[in-house]
């Protein structure tokens, strides 16, 4: 049998990275031929080196937008963060390839199209992020969806009271209780917004409006699928983003996986709460966009957060001050439609400028 021809985009970042090792282990089934990445120009061509890739792709938004680049490929897997992976995210439906994704920012910002996009070519997009994964493995042939219940680990701020929170740096918002990952979702756990995020993705992944979220801190029960008959559904496994990876991959198939495995008795509980949209109110105002249902509500938040935790990151801002800005930014900009990605680019601009203007600082 033929191996799968694999590409990875944003191999050298944190879900790219584990890509790779996942990829490593089943060398007898999958064959990598694209890597790609912004500018970790050395770590790449380790990548390439390792791998034995002879295309390889560095600071070429350009190459990356046109669907020829994935030609030789069966899955590519888009880890690219932020914007920068919305139009890699149009070209790959528009290829021969198959789109496994952690880029959640393509369905936030431009989900109503991308779902017109995969019916035109006859495509489904797989989910990488546990979240949706999970959601993913629960579904069935019906799919009488009644609710989506999306878990969070509360990230590294979730016992602190409101008080405490405020003045936190963003050194202390990096230090996740369980996950390791990227600064920029690791800070939108910290302010639950990286769950926002998902709400708006899970709405688009699959179609279905009603979604909720528990603060779940054990991070087992990865989300909960409840259907019309009031049956629930759920998928738990290791916080081990390698695990979701590896599904995604081998869809819709399973392969034999060595190592640690989930064991209950270890675990001793699970507990949920409902969050407290008063100590993180960034996912209080993600559910009013889900309300909303539109790319350019969405749109809005998703770039008005990006500004708004790199001015955090950058300590030019308070905690708080990310919810204001993105609120801000809604009621100056929610007006009119997105029809396409220029669309998505010009808003992103003015959103820049503005935020810009309001604080000071480099975005």
Known sequence: MSKVKVGVIGSTGSVGKQVLSVISRYKEKYEIVLLACKNSYDLIKQQAKQFKVKDIIVNDDEKLSNPDTYKNCDVVCNAISDI????????????????????????????????????????????????????????????????????????????????????????????????????????????????????????????????????????????????????????????????????????????????????????????????????????????????LDTDLSSSIMCLANSKAVNLYLQDKIYFYDINKIIVNCLEKFNSGHIENPKDIFNLNNEIKKYVTSIVGGTL
């Open 84 to 291: 920068s992976g919305l139009l890699p995210t149009i070209a790959i439906i528009k290829s021969r390839a198959r789109l496994i994704t952690a880029n959640k920012e393509s369905l936030v910002l431009f989900g109503h199209q991308l779902n017109k996009l995969c019916t035109e070519y006859n495509k489904n997009i797989i989910p990488l992020d546990s979240e949706h994964s999970a959601i993913f493995q629960c579904l069935e042939k019906n799919n009488n969806i009644y609710r989506l219940i999306l878990t969070a680990s509360g990230g590294a701020f979730r016992d602190l009271k409101k008080e405490e929170i405020k003045h936190k740096k963003a050194f202390e918002a990096l230090k996740h209780p369980i996950w390791k990952m990227g600064d920029k979702i690791t800070v939108d756990s910290a302010t639950l917004m990286n769950k926002g995020l998902e709400l708006i993705e899970a709405r688009h992944f699959f179609d279905c409006l009603n979604i909720d979220v528990l603060i779940h801190n054990e991070s087992v029960i990865h989300s909960i699928v409840e259907f019309e008959d009031s049956f629930q559904k759920c998928i738990m496994s290791l916080a081990n983003m390698e695990l979701p990876i590896q599904y995604a991959l081998s869809y819709p198939n399973r392969l034999k996986r060595d190592g640690e495995r989930l064991k209950l008795e270890d675990i001793g509980k699970l507990t949920f709460n409902i969050p407290d949209y008063d100590r993180f109110p960034c996912l209080k105002t993600a559910k009013n966009v889900l309300k």
